[in-house]
């Protein structure tokens, strides 16, 4: 892992698998959701530090990770899709209702702000920002434990903001590129706290279509990644 994401010495590298539990692809059972926090629960703050989980069909880790925050935060979330769509049966968690449930749901939330090329079908305060000369429409939403003023953030990015020529994803892409996306970070996360933040999006190994240079090109985006947000963590 040093080699491929240029970690230091200095970072801790924890790999926890979750590939025994069924349940857990695109929809999150009941107890797919128990047993992934149970094997999180054994470490200090689950939701410190970045996260690299795998492609976005389990985005919805984004919420497990928040659900261990305990105090009150704001999301910003960086996605193609606003992961803001009820499933289409029952109440069960997936990669694209996370948000919504953490929205609706978790009491320390003060505020969701989500950012997308496709954000602007979802509903919600208008917040567009310019980056690099490109208008980035984004929305923001009163969490269920809503205050004002200015809060810890836990970032949440989906490499599918990204156009194809920066990294391939298993979902419909944006059209970003890595300068306009890293920018876009560092305009969010100027003189904020970070708490947390996790990274999903690219191509399984096992896909018919994933190819040598797609993962090199996949693994060099995640270390560009790597390299902005690890920066608003404090020594």
Known sequence: MPGILGLSERDECIRVSCKDISGRNMYCTDEAYAEIRSRLSGYLYPYSGIHFI????????SRIFTSFADIKYDLILMD??????R??????????????????????????????PAVYEAEGEICDVSVC???????????????????PVYLSVDKDILDTGECITNWDQGTLSLPELTTLIDMCLRD???IGADVCGGISESDPECRE????KN?????????????????
């Open 54 to 61: 795998d492609t976005g069909n389990y985005h919805y880790m």
């Open 133 to 151: 000369g490109k208008s980035i429409t984004g929305r923001l939403y009163r969490g269920k434990g809503y205050e004002s003023g200015v809060h």
């Open 87 to 116: 499933a289409g049966f029952g109440d069960i968690l997936s990669c694209g209702s996370w948000a919504l449930d953490v929205l609706e749901k978790d009491e320390n939330l003060s505020s969701l702000y989500v950012y997308g």
């Open 192 to 194: 904020r706290v970070l």
């Open 80 to 85: 193609n899709h606003n992961d803001m769509q």
């Open 213 to 216: 240079d797609i993962l090199f």
């Open 219 to 235: 693994v060099g985006s995640d270390r560009k990644l790597l390299e902005v947000i690890r920066k608003y963590f404090k020594e």
